[in-house]
């Protein structure tokens, strides 16, 4: 869906869209498992040169390896999201200082608006953990053999610590703590 800033000088654009699987494209290690819900609006804010407000919220479940044992990992997502976006042209005006500042809460759009996918699939990304696990309870895979932890316990021993270091370790003991 497309919000063009014409179509916002006049009114408010309403929506409410179901996005299937595979139809917005993420990085290549995160796939869309269920339709994207989103409900929200657009509307251009008064007394600028084109800002665009974003505010609605969506729904949908996501699928990644685990980063923990590589086995496939459910994601859901459930965000509220209130974004503004600027002109690309107002924001080169401006100077360098301005646009570091402002560039943390703002995103810009080029031409005559821009792609509502596009701020979907920048939520999505924004909403997800910073470690995607399948549960808590993840044992992950084994350092020696490559084994699954989840699925059975291989019998591998941690391997012994690398004997050069051991002298920094008395040295340490020797040195007494640090104040």
């Given at each position: 869906?497309?919000?063009?800033?014409?179509?916002?000088?006049?009114?408010?654009?309403?929506?409410?869209?179901?996005?299937?699987?595979?139809?917005?494209?993420?990085?290549?290690?995160?796939?869309?498992?269920?339709?994207?819900?989103?409900?929200?609006?657009?509307?251009?804010?008064?007394?600028?040169?084109?800002?665009i407000?974003?505010?609605?919220?969506?729904?949908?479940?996501?699928?990644?390896?685990?980063?923990?044992?590589?086995?496939?990992?459910?994601?859901?997502?459930?965000?509220?999201?209130?974004?503004?976006?600027?002109?690309?042209?107002?924001?080169?005006?401006?100077?360098?200082?301005?646009?570091?500042?402002?560039?943390?809460e703002?995103?810009?759009?080029?031409?005559?608006?821009?792609?509502?996918?596009?701020?979907?699939?920048?939520?999505?990304?924004?909403?997800?953990?910073?470690?995607?696990v399948?549960?808590?309870?993840?044992?992950?895979?084994?350092?020696?053999?490559?084994?699954?932890?989840?699925?059975?316990?291989?019998?591998?021993?941690?391997?012994?610590?690398?004997?050069?270091?051991?002298?920094?370790?008395?040295?340490?003991?020797?040195?007494?703590?640090?104040?």
């Amino acid at each position: 869906m497309f919000i063009g800033v014409k179509e916002l000088e006049v009114q408010n654009v309403r929506f409410q869209l179901d996005v299937p699987a595979g139809e917005i494209e993420y990085d290549g290690k995160l796939t869309q498992a269920s339709p994207l819900h989103a409900t929200g609006t657009a509307q251009l804010l008064s007394g600028t040169l084109g800002e665009i407000r974003i505010r609605g919220q969506l729904e949908v479940t996501m699928s990644a390896l685990c980063d923990r044992c590589l086995e496939t990992a459910s994601v859901p997502v459930s965000k509220q999201f209130d974004l503004v976006y600027m002109p690309s042209d107002e924001g080169e005006s401006n100077g360098e200082a301005e646009i570091e500042e402002a560039g943390i809460e703002v995103g810009y759009y080029e031409g005559a608006g821009l792609t509502l996918n596009e701020v979907l699939r920048e939520v999505v990304l924004l909403a997800l953990p910073m470690q995607v696990v399948c549960s808590e309870a993840c044992k992950g895979i084994c350092p020696a053999c490559g084994q699954n932890r989840n699925q059975r316990d291989c019998g591998c021993h941690p391997e012994p610590l690398d004997d050069r270091w051991s002298k920094l370790k008395s040295f340490r003991a020797e040195a007494g703590p640090q104040n």
